[in-house]
C-alpha cells in the first residue's frame, strides 16, 4: 500500500492550523472570561485554579507546536526540494541502488500539493534531464528516468543507439562496467559515454542481450525516457511517453548512498550532482 504523504501533509497541516485558529478566536478569549470572573471584587483567586482555567488543552498546545514544522515541510517539500531513494538499477551507472537524491521542484513549474496543478510556467524539461514522475500506468507510483525525447522528437532506437531528429547520438566506449552491492549483477557490462546536447553521462548496455528498438515520434505535451541501464530499464519503449502533467521535478544531487548488499554508507557518493 502506498501512502499519499502529500494528501497527509495537507491534511495535518489544515487540522493542526484549524485548532489554532479556533482557539485563538474563540477558546482562549473563554478561558480569559473565565480567569477574570474568578478574579471579580470580594473574591479570592486561587492561584492554582486561575492557572488551571487559563491552560491550553493538550491538542491545542500539540497543535500550535507541530503546525509550523509542518507548515514548514509542506512547503519546502511541495515547492523547492523533495527526496526520493533509488529502488531499482535501471539508472545505472548514474544512479545506483540505494542512493538517496534530492529533486529540483519547481524547475518545470511550480505545482499545487495533491492537486499536482501547475499554477506558474517555469521551464520544460531538455534533452539529458534526469526527471522524477509520476507512473503514466500508475500515478501512485514515481519513476525516475532520463528524458531523450521532448516534444516533436523523432526518438528512433536501434542496435543499443539512439536517434534523434534523424542525427546518431554520441557514443563513446567507456570500457566494462564493475558492479558493487545490489548492482554487482551488471559487472562486465560495457559502459558508453553518451551526449544528448550538452549533458553528457555514461549508460550500460549488455551486447549479449537484444535491445528493444523505438521508433515513434513525441507528441506535444509529453516526453520520451529511458533509462541509462538501457537493457534493464522499463521505460517509454514499454509503456509510451511521460505527460507534463505526470512530472514531479529534476534529479539534481545525491545526499546519501545505503545499500546493505555493499555494507552501508557510500560515503564517495554523498553530495554528487546527477548528470
Request: a negative charge; charged letters at 20%; proline letters at 6%.
Amino acid at each position: 500500500m502506498n501512502l499519499d504523504f502529500p494528501m497527509i501533509l495537507v491534511a495535518a497541516t489544515l487540522i493542526t492550523g484549524l485548532i489554532w485558529a479556533a482557539d485563538a478566536v474563540l477558546w482562549a478569549p473563554r478561558r480569559r472570561q473565565q480567569a477574570a470572573a474568578l478574579g471579580a471584587p470580594g473574591g479570592q483567586v486561587d492561584r492554582g485554579e486561575l492557572e488551571a482555567v487559563l491552560k491550553e488543552p493538550t491538542l491545542v498546545e500539540y497543535s500550535k507546536s507541530f503546525f509550523p514544522v509542518i507548515l514548514a515541510v509542506l512547503l519546502l517539500r511541495s515547492f523547492l526540494v523533495e527526496p526520493f531513494r533509488i529502488p531499482s538499477g535501471s539508472m545505472m551507472p548514474t544512479l545506483l541502488v540505494g542512493d538517496f537524491i534530492l529533486v529540483n521542484k519547481y524547475e518545470y513549474g511550480i505545482r499545487l500539493p495533491v492537486l499536482n496543478t501547475k499554477v506558474v510556467e517555469l521551464g520544460s524539461p531538455r534533452r539529458g534531464d534526469v526527471v522524477v514522475f509520476r507512473f503514466p500506468k500508475d500515478p501512485s507510483i514515481d519513476y525516475i528516468k532520463r528524458v531523450v525525447g521532448v516534444p516533436g522528437d523523432h526518438v528512433e532506437y536501434r542496435n543499443k543507439t539512439l536517434y534523434i531528429n534523424g542525427e546518431k547520438v554520441a557514443q563513446i566506449p567507456a570500457g566494462s562496467y564493475i558492479g558493487t552491492g545490489s548492482g554487482l549483477s551488471m559487472s562486465g557490462a560495457d559502459v558508453r559515454r553518451e551526449a544528448l546536447g550538452d549533458v553528457e553521462h555514461d549508460i550500460l548496455v549488455m551486447m549479449n542481450m537484444r535491445g528493444v528498438p523505438a521508433d515513434i515520434v513525441v507528441p506535444e505535451g509529453h516526453y520520451f525516457v529511458m533509462g541509462d541501464n538501457r537493457d534493464n530499464s522499463n521505460d517509454s519503449r514499454y509503456w509510451g511517453f511521460v505527460p507534463d502533467e505526470n512530472l514531479v521535478g529534476k534529479a539534481f544531487m545525491i545526499w546519501m548512498n545505503w545499500d546493505s548488499a555493499a555494507g552501508g554508507v557510500a560515503w564517495d557518493r554523498i553530495g554528487n550532482s546527477i548528470e
